[in-house]
């Protein structure tokens, strides 16, 4: 009996303590699921990259003395380009006609780049640079970038150094995200699901549980202690 209802009372703690987290688990799962992955990711909004032209005869970049770990041919909106990835992180475009490297997009040409592959029904409305010092967090990526925000507030990241697309972000994508990080418990960096918070309630979770398990039978067993005198009379 005394144990039972010590049971019941830490149950009765626990389970307010664990509520919060239950419920913010259960919502932000259900918005995560509210929409396909592929319209999160707006996975319809770029096409694919052209085919590169036939009969195109590459020059080879002028890379220098410095480790390459990549080097490919890849179609840009001003036509192929040379994507060369040096071992120390780098990246560089060159022009396949004559080998020469090539600066950083600049806004004018990262605004031809997503042109060209654009497949949405909005326009371009702004046009930042990100550095990599400070990458906001729906990129992730510590790259100098531009962002393309279009009039429907997608917003699409460009490798400064390369031009690739390198993200895309929905309204929804961004809502998502955020439920993520709550569903995982870090609003921070959305990304350390092995965090103190997720573990520390998971526990509580489970502590809650097994303590339901082991009281049903006890209040099964009293329930039926109490209802034997009744029937025999």
């Not at 592929?38 to 052209?50: H, K, N, T, Y």
């Not at 009293?222 to 025999?232: C, D, L, T, Y």
């Amino acid at each position: 009996m005394k144990l039972r209802q010590q049971l019941r009372r830490w149950h009765i703690w626990l389970g307010w303590i664990v509520a919060l987290p239950f419920l913010a688990w259960t919502v932000s799962g259900l918005v995560m699921v509210a929409k396909p992955i592929e319209e999160v990711r707006g996975e319809d909004l770029i096409a694919e990259a052209p085919p590169l032209p036939l009969g195109l005869v590459p020059v080879p970049p002028a890379i220098g003395p410095r480790p390459v770990a990549s080097l490919k041919l890849e179609a840009r909106a001003d036509g192929p380009r040379w994507i060369v990835r040096y071992q120390d992180g780098e990246s560089r475009r060159a022009d396949p006609r004559d080998g020469r490297l090539l600066p950083p997009l600049g806004a004018a040409e990262a605004a031809r780049e997503l042109a060209a592959r654009y497949a949405g029904k909005g326009s371009i409305r702004a046009i930042d640079r990100i550095s990599r010092d400070a990458p906001p967090i729906d990129l992730r990526r510590p790259i100098d970038a531009w962002r393309v925000t279009m009039t429907d507030g997608t917003r699409f990241y460009l490798d400064a150094a390369t031009g690739e697309i390198v993200a895309r972000r929905t309204r929804w994508w961004r809502v998502y995200d955020w439920m993520w990080g709550l569903h995982i418990m870090d609003l921070e960096t959305r990304e350390d699901t092995h965090n103190p918070l997720v573990i520390g309630f998971g526990i509580l979770g489970l502590a809650t549980t097994l303590m339901a398990l082991v009281m049903l039978p006890l209040t099964i067993r009293r329930r039926r202690g109490a209802e034997g005198p009744s029937e025999r009379v």
